[in-house]
C-alpha cells in the first residue's frame, strides 16, 4: 500500500489537471496500470505467473498500458495518458519518475536475461520516446519526446534525436521536470551559418541572395539554374581574389 500511496501522491505532484487523490484513483488510467500491477507482480514473485499474466493482459485491455507482471517499479511513478506505454519483464524503475504515451521500455531482440532498461530515479521519459536494450537511464535525466535511445544515458543528461544524443549540462542537477529541450541539430546548422558569415566577411564576398539568412524576398526568376549560375559567379569572384593575393 506505500507504493500505491507514493504513486498518487506523483500522480497529484505532476498532473496539473489532477485536482483530488479521489479522482486520480477512479479515472486515471495510468495510476490504475500501477495499482493493478502491483498485485500482478506480487503474485508473479509467488510463483502464480498465470494469474499475474492474466491481470496484466486485464490492464492491457483496460488502459492500453502494457506492463509485464516482472517489471520492478517503485514508488512515486506517474504515467500521464499513458496509451501505448510498453514496460518489458526486466525493466526496473525508480522513485519519482514520469512517463508519458506511447513510451517503450523494452528490447532490441538481441539480448538475454537482463534484456530491458534500468531506469534511475528522477527520470522524465516524454511522449513517444523509446529506450531500448539493458541500458541505464541515470537519476534526473530527461528523455525527448520521440527519441530512440540505445545507450547508457549520464546522470543528470537530456537526450534527443533518432539516435538519441545526449547533451550534458556540466554535471548540473536538472531540478524541474518540463519539456524544455534542446535541439543539438539546429544549434549546429546555427554554428555552421555564423561562421560561414565570417568567411565571407573576410572574402569580402556577399552572402548568396537565396540563403534563408537574408531578410528580403527572393525575386523570382525564369531561368531554373539562377541559384548555380550566382555559385559560379561567387567560385569566380573567390579564385579573382585568390589569384590577386
Not at 489537471?17 to 500491477?37: C, D, V
Not at 500521464?80 to 519519482?96: P, R, W, Y
Not at 543528470?156 to 545526449?166: A, D, I, K, L, Q
Request: net charge neutral; proline share 4%; with cysteine.
Amino acid at each position: 500500500m506505500g507504493k500505491i500511496k507514493m504513486d498518487l501522491q506523483a500522480a497529484l505532484d505532476k498532473d496539473p489537471a489532477a485536482r483530488s487523490k479521489f479522482e486520480i484513483f477512479f479515472t486515471y488510467g495510468g495510476f490504475k496500470a500501477l495499482y493493478r500491477h502491483r498485485f500482478a507482480h506480487w503474485f508473479y514473485t509467488h510463483k502464480m505467473k498465470y494469474i499475474a499474466q492474466c491481470i496484466s493482459a486485464g490492464t492491457r485491455r483496460k488502459t492500453g498500458i502494457d506492463i509485464h507482471p516482472a517489471a520492478e517499479i517503485a514508488g512515486g511513478v506517474f504515467i500521464d495518458h499513458g496509451v501505448g506505454v510498453v514496460i518489458g519483464e526486466t525493466v526496473q524503475i525508480g522513485t519519482n519518475v514520469l512517463i508519458y504515451q506511447g513510451v517503450t521500455l523494452g528490447g532490441t531482440g538481441k539480448d538475454t536475461g537482463k534484456r530491458h532498461p534500468t531506469i534511475e530515479d528522477n527520470v522524465m521519459i516524454s511522449a513517444g520516446a523509446k529506450v531500448l536494450g539493458p541500458i541505464t537511464v541515470g537519476h534526473n535525466s530527461k528523455i525527448g519526446a520521440g527519441s530512440v535511445v540505445l545507450k547508457d544515458v549520464p546522470p543528470n543528461s537530456t537526450v534527443v534525436g533518432v539516435p538519441g544524443r545526449v547533451v550534458k549540462f556540466n554535471n548540473v542537477r536538472v531540478d524541474d521536470i518540463d519539456q524544455k529541450l534542446p535541439d543539438p541539430i539546429l544549434e549546429e546548422f546555427a554554428r555552421l551559418n555564423r561562421r560561414i558569415e565570417k568567411l565571407e566577411e573576410a572574402l569580402s564576398l556577399k552572402s548568396c541572395k537565396y540563403s534563408i539568412v537574408q531578410e528580403n524576398q527572393v525575386d523570382e526568376e525564369p531561368n531554373d539554374n539562377a541559384i548555380e549560375r550566382e555559385i559560379q559567379e561567387l567560385e569566380k569572384g573567390y579564385d579573382e581574389k585568390l589569384s590577386n593575393k
